[in-house]
Every structure is written in C-alpha cells, then in structure tokens.
C-alpha cells in the first residue's frame, strides 16, 4: 500500500491524528515485524501489510536452486546468476512468475530490495544481447576470490578513500559498486564481493576498487608493453587520464552523494584520501594541499616517521612531473624503476651518489632549488645522471655507486645475463 492509500484508510477508520503520528505508528509496527514500511521508495513510502509474502518473494530472486530447472533459457540464466552474480529482467520475471505481480508491483518490489541492500539495479540502456543484465546481488557474488592477477600489468600503490568517523558498510560500497558501473559501464567489468575491476575502455586501463577494512581501496593497472614506442603512448594517455579526468575523484565523489544520501550518522563527516605508512603501514589521511617543495612528503600522524607515498605519485595528487617515471620503460633492468625506493632512504648523502655517479652534476644548485628537500633533490639528480648518461646509465653502475658511498643497506636485485 502506498502512504496515501494508508492514511485515506486510518481516516476512513477514524484513527487519523497527523501524518507524523501515523509515521511513528508504522515504523513501531515495522520494528515489530508486523509490516515493512520503507519511506525510500515510492512518493512518501511504501507499507507492505504481508511480511511472509514479501519474504518469499525475495526468496524467490535470490535463492537460485529453484531456477535450475525449466527451459534451455532458464537455465542459461540460472548459470549466468550463479557464477557472477549477475540478473537478467527476464531471470526476475521468471522468479517471479507464481506471484501474478503487475510491471509496477514488480518495480517497487526491485525498489525495496535495492533500499535493503539485497539488489542493485544497473540503470542503463544496455544493448540487447543474451547476456544482458541489468542487476546484481552482493549476497551472490563469488567471496574469497583471489587477489586479481597482475603480472602481465602495471600497477599503481593503493590510494584509499575513507570517512573519519568510521567503517564504510558493505551496503554502502556495494551501491557504490553499481554506481560505478553505470560510469564506465561496459561487459569487461569483473564484479566480486569484496573487490571489483572496472576496464576504462576510453582511457586504456583498469581501475580496481576493493573494500579493505573501513576503507574503500584504489588501484589502476595496465598492460605492459614490450614495444617501446606503442608502451610509450599507452603511458602518456593513461597519465593524462589519471592526471586529467581523476577516477579517483569521480569514485570519491559518488561515495559521499550515496553516504549523504543513506547514512545519516556520517552527515557533515569529512571524506577523504588515505595512503599507507611506508613505516607503520597504518592509513593516514592526506593533507588537502602541500607546498611544492613538500609534495609526495608526508608525515605519519601515528608513528611520526616521514616518508615519501608511492601511491600519491601513482595517483598524481599534487604533482604531475615526478610520477610514473619507475613505467616509462617495460624492461626490469632499467634503474628508474629504483629512483622512488632510493630517493626515498638515501637521505642526506644524496649529495655524494650524485657526486659519485656523475661529477659534473652541481648538487649546490640542485639543493638551492629543492631548499633542503632530499627526496625531491634525490630524484631529480638521479633523473640529470639518467638523461646525461643514456643509454649507458645502467642499474650496474648504480649499485657499484652506491656501494662505494658506504649504502649497501639500499638494495637493488642484480641484472641477469650481466
Ligand atoms: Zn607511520
């Protein structure tokens, strides 16, 4: 019944005082258990007067055993739901079939299943082929799945995104989940329980999104390349995608519409990104803006150590110039893939790898500029030594020059077949 048709029948029965009475009545019958009374869906909500009917209808959706029989159809759809997790309409409609509903009982049924958390509807106009789905339900999405498989890829350090008053519920991430998939929608999506991976078709990469603890979890990945040239330009485009059009953002900014929409205990909650400790490994929470001299610098609020983020380079939070530098070449031997892990422990005798890699390099201006910053001068040094000696600037030459200032404690792996 609609709110409308409730209140017409308590004034019909005499037992109509004001709305908000009649609200606080339903929602103590609800409590109960005596009806469902759910005010998102409909014009002011919705009271279902039958619990046992309403449970077996969902029942009916989600419990697959009951669809494995029937046509060649029905059971396609069956198998499709069991592994991904993933409805058609015509899978529902068949599910639903015994309840005699009409379209618009049907729609509101889907409406409260979707305010419960139980279903997530992807409203989109997907094309009509026989894979077509427009639902899924977390409850039976494959669990325990393993961690993606990312060899054949480039990774990013997570970046994570997270509220400081506490825990990200599954509900809430799962509808960001389906949020998501209406942004970059496309049949590539990999949708698990706990984890996702979206393909940005337009941009070249992935971008994957897990719920980790009271966090929500980013990473993008893509291909390795092993043709300079054609990996070259897929860096650049993935750069500039991640520079430019910030999923990120876009992914942070759907999570607060759905948290203001739906959890009033975060109301006013400040979200934010978080990196990881390299020291403590605890989430701390980033700064807004830094001062360029400082930026990918940051300090841990719980062990005090500063370091420099993998994952804001990665992600390009402040600074464009210094990141992505460790991809600009597929092959393991390069030394740039080192600079991050050696800027970030060299310290202070910086001055004395430049010095000894390369004489001609003038620490003294480098420092000036860098006013005292010894990763930022680290890495810009290394980059001067990288683009004077190229192509003999190799990872050899970088070990022996480290060995020789007394640093054996920074460990590069050796070359094979050298
Ligand atoms: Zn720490």
Not at 69 to 75: D, H, R, T
Not at 145 to 156: C, E, I, Q, T, W
Not at 255 to 268: A, E, H, N, P
Not at 296 to 322: G, P, V
Request: proline share 2%; aromatic share 12%.
């Amino acid at each position: 019944m609609t709110m409308q048709q409730i209140v017409t029948l308590s004034q019909e029965c005499g037992l109509y005082d004001s709305y908000d009475e009649l609200r606080a009545v339903l929602m103590y019958l609800h409590e109960l258990g005596e009806v469902i009374y759910c005010d998102k869906i409909g014009d002011n909500g919705m009271v279902i007067t039958n619990v046992d009917w309403l449970l077996n209808i969902f029942r009916a959706i989600i419990q697959l055993k009951d669809h494995r029989q029937g046509s060649l159809q029905a059971k396609q759809d069956y198998n499709i739901a069991y592994k991904t997790g993933k409805l058609s309409r015509r899978y529902v409609d068949n599910a639903l079939n015994r309840f005699n509903l009409d379209e618009n009982s049907k729609e509101i049924i889907l409406q409260l299943m979707e305010s419960y958390d139980i279903l997530f509807c992807i409203r989109n106009e997907l094309d009509d082929t026989t894979e077509e789905w427009q639902y899924f339900v977390p409850y039976l999405l494959p669990r325990n799945v393993k961690p993606f498989d990312l060899r054949k890829y480039h990774a990013s350090d997570w970046l994570y995104i997270g509220y400081e008053k506490g825990d990200i519920p599954y509900g809430i991430y799962h509808s960001l989940l389906s949020s998501c998939l209406i942004q970059w929608n496309n049949k590539v999506v990999e949708l698990y329980y706990q984890c996702a991976k979206y393909y940005l078709a337009n941009d070249d990469h992935y971008l994957i999104i897990k719920k980790e603890g009271p966090y929500i979890g980013l990473q993008y990945c893509y291909q390795k390349i092993n043709q300079l040239d054609i990996g070259k330009l897929v860096i650049d485009k993935v750069k500039n995608s991640i520079f430019n059009k910030r999923p990120h953002d876009i992914v942070k900014n759907k999570l607060i519409s759905i948290v203001d929409k739906r959890m009033i205990k975060f109301q006013g909650a400040r979200c934010r990104f978080y990196v990881k400790c390299n020291e403590c490994n605890e989430e701390i929470s980033i700064a807004e803006e830094y001062r360029e001299e400082d930026s990918n610098w940051i300090r841990c609020e719980y062990c005090t150590q500063q370091f420099a983020s993998q994952s804001l380079h990665d992600w390009m939070i402040y600074n464009k110039e210094l990141s992505i530098e460790r991809w600009i070449d597929v092959r393991d031997d390069d030394p740039r893939n080192y600079f991050h892990s050696i800027a970030s422990c060299v310290g202070i005798d910086w001055t004395k790898l430049a010095t000894v890699l390369d004489p001609t390099i003038d620490t003294e201006v480098i420092e000036a500029k860098h006013r005292g910053h010894t990763y930022n001068s680290a890495i810009q040094s290394l980059n001067q030594w990288y683009r004077r000696k190229y192509p003999n600037a190799t990872l050899n030459l970088l070990r022996n020059a480290l060995e020789t200032i007394d640093r054996n404690d920074i460990i590069i792996p050796k070359e094979q077949n050298s």
